[in-house]
């Protein structure tokens, strides 16, 4: 199997963590553990199995002393202010505005890496972010109302795209670290730096869980969230921005929404409509064109 298409199916790997996440990990934090708490147990966790996994995976090459501070704003854009940002935004917001403004993030990409890799401004790349972001929103509207300038949303909106840019900046950040170093290496300690700034404000609510009161359904959903949405979600994406633009791996993004009604309608808890056909063919036909189209 050719790289890039491993890399590919890698991105789509975690289009699906994340499409499963929105059904199975909503109850963690309904009383159980605060988001800045569950912040705290997702980059400790992942981070432990980053470490471990790297100690089996090869021998590390010797990371130059310049490349560290690249390192640690990744761990400050990519894990600390991307979720701290996105758990805010969304308890002061809701899931509909929080989904639009979250189609924002491959368009910022594409703007950033112009700007700071140099990576050309092809127009099937910028036909398709726009393409995928259409669909994205035509099928996230259709859910409920849209009210990105109210008062009592504004504040929440704001942080979520403030999140959305943080990766979008992450992404960029990492891309140089590929060339020289394993994936493996480099996410292991941008966890690390990550986990120092999520300490401050997520500890207390660690600390203060009742872990007597979960149920193992409970557990059982917390445990797929460090594992499969944080550790290999993470994992998976830092090894394909080792072979593809960092546009190309923020464009997956777009099909989160889509494996998120496929789950619903496989639960009976949807029904299929135009809406999510038209929506879908856009969304796909975005991400060929970012991935494989040429000029």
């Known amino acids: 199997m050719k790289a ?59 990371i130059h002393r310049n490349d560290w501070p690249r390192i640690a704003l990744g761990g400050f854009f ?42 050309p401004l092809r127009k099937t790349r910028l036909i398709g972010v726009f393409l995928g972001a259409a669909g994205a929103i035509y099928l996230i509207i259709g859910r409920g109302e849209i009210a990105l300038l109210k008062s009592d949303t504004a504040l929440g909106n704001l942080l979520v795209l403030g ?3 943080c990766y ?9 670290l590929m060339v020289k ?7 292991k300690w941008v966890f690390t730096f990550g986990l120092l700034f999520v300490i401050p404000a997520g500890v207390g609510q660690f600390a203060a869980v009742q872990w007597e009161d979960w149920t ?18 993470y994992l998976f994406n830092i090894y394909a921005l080792k072979i593809v633009s960092s546009t190309t791996v923020s464009i ?14 496989a639960l009976g808890k949807d029904a299929l409509s135009l809406r999510e056909v038209l929506s879908a063919a856009l969304i796909f036909a975005g991400v060929y064109l970012v991935s494989f189209g040429k000029n």
């Not at 917390?222 to 550790?231: I, K, L, M, S």
């Open 4 to 62: 890039t298409t491993k890399a590919h199916l890698a991105l789509f790997i975690v289009a699906v963590i994340y499409g499963l996440n929105y059904t199975l990990a909503k109850e963690v934090m309904n009383g159980y553990i605060g988001p800045r708490g569950f912040i705290f147990l997702r980059v400790v966790g992942a981070g432990f199995l980053f470490w471990v996994f790297h100690i089996f995976s090869g021998t590390p090459v010797k």
């Open 78 to 119: 990519g894990i600390a202010a991307n979720q701290l940002l996105f758990f805010e935004g969304l308890h002061l917001s809701t899931p509909i505005n929080a989904s639009v403004i979250m189609t924002a993030n491959p368009i910022l990409v594409l703007i950033i890496s112009a700007i700071s890799l140099k990576e």
């Open 163 to 165: 999140n959305a840019t």
């Open 168 to 176: 979008a900046v992450y992404l960029v950040i990492i891309k140089p």
């Open 181 to 187: 170093y394993p994936p493996v290496q480099v996410i």
């Open 216 to 233: 193992f359904s409970i557990y059982a959903q917390a445990a797929f969230v460090v594992v499969c949405t944080t550790f290999i979600a």
């Open 252 to 265: 997956y993004i777009y099909l989160q929404p889509v494996i998120a009604t496929l789950v619903a309608l």
